[in-house]
Every structure is written in structure tokens, then in C-alpha cells.
């Protein structure tokens, strides 16, 4: 008689291994971080589409492992990968359309998000990125991936235990509403009909991840989108250099009637628990007082000039690039520094979503 070949028990050795590293019953309360939305969430989704909006490129990524410009719009991390880290998951979340992960990776992690997307499906148009409707439908995908790969039950359990991060809104004021006031949203819109209708349509969004599972979600709130160093030099009517303070106004109100949205959200939808994780107040601080903070330049960008430059025009060739981006606010100059994303990350873990789904 042939002795057992040694496979026919390492398969299932494996197997039990394999379960045992992403068997989410015996792991955190939260097994994996599911993210939808726009460039300051997007860990390479561009990276596969036909955009001009990218970031795969040096000096991208330059303080990323590796040294790797992913598509993540920034030198090194952002938000949900020092989240993901924070719930003791992997310390960064793949995208995916990222073509060198699998449904294995995307058990404990996805990311959905689009640099330049917004609520409104038309702000997706303008840079021809994807539009919220779509990265739904990838995550109705990545479901039916999820449930053949773990079986539905354990499946289930990652889908409604997962927490949610929803991060988008600055694109469609500063790259539509405001930016195409003839013949776009700008023109069909008060300023207050169109923060309504986008208020809309993320608590929209917001129950149709809820009837798909979602149970635990963070909602972002807008940044101090006025301080944004693009929106400083394009600010020259005002005053050189100075904050649009038009422009945050807006955002602070967006984020107040966000708040409320998702106060209503709370009560209306069943086993449903939402945290409005608002940046504005602590990234607003930032910039007024970056020595505070170990900072030493908020009014522009590391990258280039630091005035005006982002994707392509954020470059290996330019000569102005700073050397050290843990100094500066920004990195290019529309976002953030990986610094400045971890003070905020670590801001809102501490005062927001620890104390809610840890
Ligand atoms: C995912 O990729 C890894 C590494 O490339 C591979 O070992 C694994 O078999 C893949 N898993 C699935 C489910 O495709
Ligand atoms: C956005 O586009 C999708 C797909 O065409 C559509 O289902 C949805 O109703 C649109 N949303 C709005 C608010 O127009």
C-alpha cells in the first residue's frame, strides 16, 4: 500500500491556516476597512482608468514602503491605511482595481475610492474618473468575490462588521460648482440647493451601503477646502496667498448639515451606526499654526513650486521640490502631507471612531 502522499495532508493544514489568518470571529471587532471615495481616500484606482487625475509617479510615494508611488496622492499614507493599522488590520488598504492584489488581500481591506470624484455624479465627468454609482457597483462585486472565496457566512460577517470610510465632497465644489459656473452645476444652483443635494445624495449613498450590510461607518466631513494651497494662488482677486474664505465657509456649512444628515441616518436605518468624523476644526488649526504642530510651511505645497502643481504637474523633474515633506502641510497642492494625514487620522481615531467600533 502507497504511504499517504505528504500534499494530501498539507492541503488541508493549509487550508486550516488560511482560515485561521483571516477568520475574522477571532480577530478584531472590526475585520477589514471598506473605503469609498475620492483622491483623499484612493489608494490607485486611477492608476487603471483613463484619467489625467494620477499619482503613480515619482515624487509620489516617495516615504511609502518601498519608496513606491502607489496612485496615493501624497508622499507616503493616507488616512485609511493608518486606520486599517489603528484596528490592528494591515497598515495599508489596496485598491481594487490594483491588478497585484486578490480577493485574499481585499478580505481584510478594499479600497473603491476615485481621485476627483464627488456625490454628484457630473463632477466625475470633468476629469472622467469614476462616479459614486460605479464604485458601488464594484463593491457589489467584490461581494459576490468575497462570499465564493469565504463562504457566506464568514463573508457576511466581514461585510457588516467592516467599518466604512465615505470620504469625498471637496471635487464637487472646487472642480465643478465653482469651477463651471456657466452651463454647469454652478449655473442650476444656489450654493445652498446645491450643498442640499449633495446632502442628499450622501445619505443616499449611505443607505444603499446599508441595505447591501454595512453596519459601522465613518462619513468625512470637508477639510478647510479655501486653505488648499491651488485655491490660495487662485485666490489672487482677494488678496496673494490668502485663505478663500468663501470657499471654507461653504465647507464648514456642508459640514453642519452632514452632521445632521447622519444624526437622522442613525435613527432612521436599523442596526445602523454612523460617525460624522468632521477634519475641518483640527486641519484648520494646522494651517494657522503649523509650529504647533512640527510644521514649518502651511501656504504651499512640497511638490514643485508647491503653488499650483498636482498629478503630472507634481514631477520628478522639478528642481523646486522640497526635501523633507514631514515640514510642510501639503504635499502637492490640493493635498496633504503623509504627516498631516496621520495627525488627522490619529485625531479622529482617538475622539471618534476607537471609542465607537474598537
Ligand atoms: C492571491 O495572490 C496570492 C499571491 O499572489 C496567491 O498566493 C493566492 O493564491 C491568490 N489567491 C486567490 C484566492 O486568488
Ligand atoms: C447617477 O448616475 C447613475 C447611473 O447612470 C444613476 O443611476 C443615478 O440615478 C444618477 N444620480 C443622479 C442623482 O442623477
Redesign the pocket.
Known amino acids: 500500500m502507497a504511504p499517504p502522499r505528504p500534499q494530501a495532508l498539507f492541503i488541508p493544514l493549509a487550508h486550516l491556516l488560511i482560515l485561521g489568518i483571516v477568520n475574522p470571529l477571532t480577530e478584531a471587532k472590526v475585520p477589514a476597512v471598506i473605503v469609498f471615495g475620492d483622491s483623499s481616500v484612493d489608494s490607485g484606482n486611477n492608476n487603471m482608468i483613463a484619467t489625467v487625475l494620477k499619482s503613480n509617479f515619482e515624487p509620489y510615494g516617495r516615504d511609502f514602503y518601498g519608496a513606491r508611488p502607489t496612485g496615493r496622492f501624497s508622499n507616503g499614507r493616507v488616512p485609511p491605511d493608518f486606520i486599517s493599522e489603528a484596528f490592528g488590520i494591515k497598515a495599508s488598504v489596496p485598491a481594487y482595481l490594483d491588478p497585484a492584489y486578490n480577493i485574499s488581500d481585499f478580505s481584510t481591506g478594499v479600497c473603491f475610492a476615485s481621485a476627483g470624484t464627488g456625490y ?2 457630473t463632477t466625475s465627468h470633468v476629469l472622467n474618473v469614476i ?4 464604485e458601488l457597483e464594484y463593491y457589489k462585486e467584490y461581494q459576490v468575490k468575497l462570499r465564493q472565496y469565504l463562504g457566506n457566512d464568514q463573508a457576511n460577517y466581514v461585510l457588516s462588521e467592516a467599518l466604512y470610510i465615505v470620504s469625498l465632497g471637496t471635487n464637487d465644489f472646487l472642480e465643478n460648482y465653482y469651477l463651471i459656473p456657466v452651463g454647469g452645476r454652478g449655473g442650476q444652483f444656489s450654493l445652498k440647493q446645491y450643498k442640499d ?1 449633495l446632502v442628499g ?1 450622501a445619505s ?1 449613498f449611505i443607505q444603499e451601503i446599508h441595505a447591501l450590510g454595512a453596519r459601522k461607518i465613518s462619513l468625512t466631513g470637508l477639510p478647510p477646502m479655501g486653505c488648499l494651497p491651488l485655491e490660495r494662488t487662485a485666490n489672487f482677486f482677494r488678496g496673494p496667498g490668502s485663505c478663500n474664505e468663501e470657499y471654507n465657509t461653504a465647507a464648514r456649512d456642508f459640514n453642519g448639515k452632514l452632521r445632521i444628515a447622519v444624526g437622522k441616518l442613525n435613527k432612521q436605518l436599523q442596526g445602523l451606526k454612523v460617525v460624522f468624523s468632521d477634519p475641518y476644526d483640527l486641519f484648520l488649526q494646522i494651517i494657522t499654526k503649523p509650529s504647533s504642530f512640527g510644521f514649518e510651511v502651511a501656504e504651499r505645497a512640497c511638490c514643485a513650486t508647491g503653488l499650483y502643481e498636482m498629478s503630472y504637474l507634481c514631477n520628478e523633474h522639478s528642481p523646486f521640490t522640497c526635501t523633507d515633506a514631514s515640514k510642510f502641510v501639503f504635499w502637492d497642492s490640493f493635498h496633504p502631507t503623509e504627516r498631516t494625514n496621520m495627525i488627522l487620522s490619529d485625531a479622529l481615531l482617538k475622539s471618534i471612531l476607537l471609542p465607537a467600533f474598537a
Open positions: 454628484d455624479n462616479p459614486l454609482w460605479k443635494f445624495l443616499n
